[in-house]
């Protein structure tokens, strides 16, 4: 079990600029979510796959932001002509579902600065 | 949107403590989780009480369940350096797949 695994770790962009963070999950769950976090906050969720299915996406994901999980396996997370609003840590988690109990392993995070 | 806040924001303690965290929460659960978050890391699942469950135990941790109040505390006994930490509540709606965290609480153990 090598755990969840978040690359890169640290982002610093220009405003404006398009930003991709990809999410290895633990290699057995077949869930894959993603939350910001920003500051001082609890994480906020954004969208979640179940295998390579987008079941659920948040109202904070603008259509600037866009997350694929081909073959269900790793995802990305795209951010398009990044705002300053935008900087936070992007969380990634995964889970089962068959006989899971709710609990998410999380990644390490990727913080994004935006300049 | 958070789901949950926690009280208190933030809260000092000697270590041997006792800390106690409470979590309030607005909607119908099936399950209550709480995690932990070191600074600047990912987080890491500490526990996770049922909705049909009122308290549950897990080595210096002591979770509780009040559905009626839709609240849960954590109590932390005989805190040590390395429980300083933000500690995170979690909800899971019935029918919905996600959870919703709270606003946290921020310990720290004073040596």
């Known amino acids: 079990d090598t755990g969840v695994s978040q690359d890169p770790r640290h982002k610093i962009t220009k405003r404006g600029q398009n930003v991709t963070f990809r999410c290895d999950p633990i290699s057995e769950h077949n869930r894959l979510y993603w939350y910001r976090q920003t500051l001082g906050q609890g994480p906020e969720f954004l969208t979640y796959?179940?295998?390579?299915?987008?079941?659920?996406k948040s109202r904070l994901l603008s259509d600037r932001f866009s997350a694929e999980r081909p073959k269900g396996s790793f995802s990305t997370l795209e951010i398009q002509r990044t705002e300053q609003g935008d900087s936070a840590m992007y969380l990634c988690?995964?889970?089962?579902?068959?006989?899971?109990?709710?609990?998410?392993?999380f990644g390490e995070g990727s913080r994004l600065t935006v300049l | 949107s958070q789901q949950g806040e926690e009280d208190p924001q933030a809260l000092s303690i000697q270590e041997g403590e006792n800390a106690t965290m409470n979590c309030s929460y607005k909607t119908s659960i099936n399950n209550l989780q709480w995690y932990r978050q070191n600074s600047g890391r990912g987080l890491v699942h500490l526990i996770l009480?049922?909705?049909?469950?009122r308290e549950k135990h897990s080595g210096r941790l002591r979770v509780t369940l009040d559905t009626s109040k839709k609240s849960s505390s954590l109590l932390i006994t005989a805190s040590r350096a390395a429980d300083t930490a933000s500690y995170f509540c979690?909800?899971?709606?019935?029918?919905?797949?996600?959870?919703?965290f709270g606003t946290g609480t921020r310990l720290t153990i004073i040596p």
């Open positions: 796959f179940q295998n390579e299915a987008q079941l659920e």
């Open positions: 988690a995964s889970s089962r579902t068959s006989g899971r109990n709710g609990e998410l392993f």
């Open positions: 009480i049922r909705s049909n469950e």
């Open positions: 979690a909800t899971e709606a019935w029918g919905n797949e996600k959870l919703t």
